[in-house]
């Protein structure tokens, strides 16, 4: 294996572990009954750390509640379509960057809602390891960007998406 192909591989790795990590933890927004349990965990556990921070509120009324639901789905959404990025990430790299360009983004509000509206500190845990998440991409892509006049050394796909 060369070089470049360890490194799609890598970067084949940090998509997934990214989709997976969507997927994982956004679905249980999906569901009513449950998201509003899974919000109290998250604030019950920002408490137990320590954390400062208002504590997260819970939905008192449907369409906040459906809003949280729909932001779920939207973000398992997300996550898989960066899995199926991960099976050809260079011929994908614009669904890539685009979803690099979000998670910066989401990480500079939740900073700026945890400084200056005293959001829970958990979320900036999320918040950061999305900002990072967002930086290796662009570390990736512009990596293999500077290769551009070569053929993309694709490894066979080892992942069951086409």
Request: glycine fraction near 8%; charged fraction near 10%; aromatic fraction near 10%.
């Amino acid at each position: 294996m060369t070089h470049k192909q360890r490194m799609i591989k890598r970067f084949q790795n940090l998509l997934r572990f990214s989709g997976l990590f969507n997927i994982i933890l956004a679905s249980p927004l999906i569901i009513p009954g449950v998201s509003v349990w899974y919000l109290i965990q998250f604030s019950d556990l920002n408490q137990l750390l320590g954390l400062g921070g208002q504590a997260i509120a819970v939905p008192s009324d449907p369409i906040h509640a459906w809003m949280i639901n729909t932001a779920g789905i939207g973000l398992v959404l997300i996550g898989t379509m960066v899995l199926y990025a991960s099976a050809r990430p260079l011929a994908r790299r614009g669904i890539v960057l685009l979803n690099a360009v979000g998670r910066l983004t989401f990480c500079l509000i939740v900073v700026y809602y945890v400084l200056y509206a005293e959001m829970a500190q958990i979320t900036l845990v999320l918040g950061i390891l999305d900002g990072l998440i967002g930086i290796g991409f662009l570390y990736f892509l512009v990596m293999f960007r500077e290769n551009h006049d070569e053929e993309p050394a694709q490894p066979p796909v080892s992942f069951p998406i086409p």
